[in-house]
């Protein structure tokens, strides 16, 4: 919309849209619910759910027919909205605070190329970096849009409609008052509603409403520059690269050499103490202190093996020698990650499964699935890793929701348990999950009766929401039998 053009009616519900949006987020997000999603302490479950179906009905509303629908913005959607609806059904924080971000991206990833906004196809990884760029200005750089917008009434017909509007509200206050005054005189009742309207007025605290208002009016600005920029945009112009020279390969060899080198030593004492099971007094604990341990630090290895495969095959990826040596890094690096699994089962075998081992777990899986197209990567340099890579990120991560962890977590505990295999059950840190371990704490129950386990049944079935945003079927689900 330009200076001179008047705004639709469309554009006019972005007023009450970005109010209503506003007010959502505050009561949905205040602070100190922010701080505890991001801690993976609690915070809002079904408001989540809430907020996302209301950001997004709101989305395809204004864009109405001119959305730009395809396969793959379609899957964002449809993952971002069946995340937030597991933010309401399943109980685990930790696991709602990954949603959350990965709701947020998908969410922005759509809603750019479904307008048209983006320059980048959502096929080119490109379109990450473009689009946290393009959220920034949408959310900052059209909040003078509503000002424009009523400006806009200034010119012609419209300005003399808003000051009819205008004369006849001053005109009737006078009368208003009066009239009121004497309905109030005359009936009891009628005047009881004005003398609670009086106390209600008189119970305000200033200061604390002056700080509401101006909130609310930040968000509510921020969220109409957002629809107002995603909607009225004009698609930007695909920028035209000169075609990249491929760069000399002597360094990228090099770097591949001397990786694999390492990683190869490093392997082949895997074999020897690790997958042998070889024990050795020279280390600090004997074999099992040292099979127990490492794994984190070995998933991040696998990471950055991962990046530099990547940079490797896109950077200089026709050169035989670097094809070679990044498919010997993949074989490697898959070696290492094997020794992570392999650390991180015997450490859940000794010490039990958790939510975070539960996680490690999966980021381990999702690791193995990212090098086996890194390799495909490697030697068809035509193949779009991006796409694959965000897709089977986002459908394994609903996945791993929809498994419900805190229920499978319990579930391993208290049967390792009971088969003999753990030597003890933290209760504590599994009453301090979901409700959702409330079958599996009551089987253990069953099994051992104890008087402290039967503390933490009672305080999980009594667990509440503190407002009708944190509420998840996980807390209703499952009451006292």
């Known amino acids: 919309m330009t200076e001179l053009t008047r705004p639709s009616a469309r554009q006019w519900l972005l007023f009450p849209a970005a109010l209503a949006l506003s007010l959502l987020w505050r009561e949905v997000f205040p602070l100190v619910s922010l701080v505890d999603l991001a801690a993976g302490l609690g915070g809002p479950a079904l408001g989540i759910t809430a907020f996302t179906a209301a950001i997004w009905a709101a989305v395809l509303l204004f864009l109405g027919k001119g959305a730009r629908w395809s396969a793959y913005n379609a899957f964002l959607a449809a993952g971002a909205l069946l995340l937030a609806l597991c933010c309401a059904v399943y109980g685990d924080a930790s696991v709602r605070a990954v949603n959350c971000l990965l709701i947020l991206c998908a969410s922005a990833l759509a809603f750019f190329s479904l307008s048209g906004v983006s320059a980048r196809a959502l096929t080119d990884a490109r379109c990450a970096s473009e689009a946290a760029l393009l959220s920034l200005r949408a959310l900052f750089t059209r909040w003078g849009a509503p000002f424009r917008m009523l400006s806009a009434l200034r010119r012609g017909e419209g300005r003399g409609r808003l000051t009819g509007v205008l004369v006849g509200a001053l005109c009737a206050l006078p009368v208003l008052l009066l009239c009121g005054s004497l309905l109030a005189s005359a009936d009891a009742v009628f005047s009881g509603v004005f003398d609670a309207a009086a106390e209600w007025l008189l119970g305000i605290d200033a200061l604390s409403a002056l700080f509401r208002a101006l909130d609310t009016l930040f968000y509510a600005l921020c969220f109409f520059s957002a629809l107002y920029f995603v909607t009225t945009q004009p698609p930007e112009p695909a920028e ?19 990786l694999c080198a390492l990683y190869a030593l490093f392997a082949a004492v895997q074999f020897e103490y690790l997958f042998g099971g070889a024990e050795t007094a020279a280390m600090e604990g004997g074999w099992a202190e040292y099979a127990r341990s490492g794994f984190s630090q070995l998933v991040l290895v696998t990471a950055v093996n991962l990046c530099a495969l990547l940079l490797c095959a896109l950077r200089c990826g026709r050169c035989r020698a670097v094809r070679a040596l990044c498919l010997l890094l993949a074989s490697l690096t898959a070696v290492i990650l094997a020794s992570a699994f392999w650390r991180m089962r015997l450490y859940i ?35 779009r890793f991006w796409p694959w890579f965000a897709a089977i990120g986002l459908a394994g991560w609903i996945a791993f929701n929809l498994a419900n962890v805190d229920a499978r977590v319990a579930d391993w505990n208290v049967d390792a348990y009971l088969s003999g295999g753990l030597e003890t059950v933290d209760c504590e840190y599994l009453a301090g999950l979901s409700p959702d371990v409330l079958p599996a704490l009551r089987r253990l129950s ?36």
């Open 240 to 258: 035209e690269r000169p075609a990249r020279e491929e760069p000399p390969a002597a360094p990228y060899v090099t770097a591949l050499t001397l």
């Open 349 to 383: 075998l000794a010490y039990g499964l958790s939510v975070l081992r539960a996680m490690t777990l999966w980021a381990m899986a999702f690791i193995l699935c990212c090098l086996a197209l890194a390799c495909v990567k490697v030697l068809r340099p035509s193949f």
């Open 446 to 481: 069953a099994a051992e009766p104890d008087a402290r386990l039967s503390e933490l049944i009672a305080s999980l079935e009594s667990r509440s929401p503190g407002a009708w945003s944190e509420w998840s079927l996980s807390l209703s689900r499952y009451g006292r039998d």
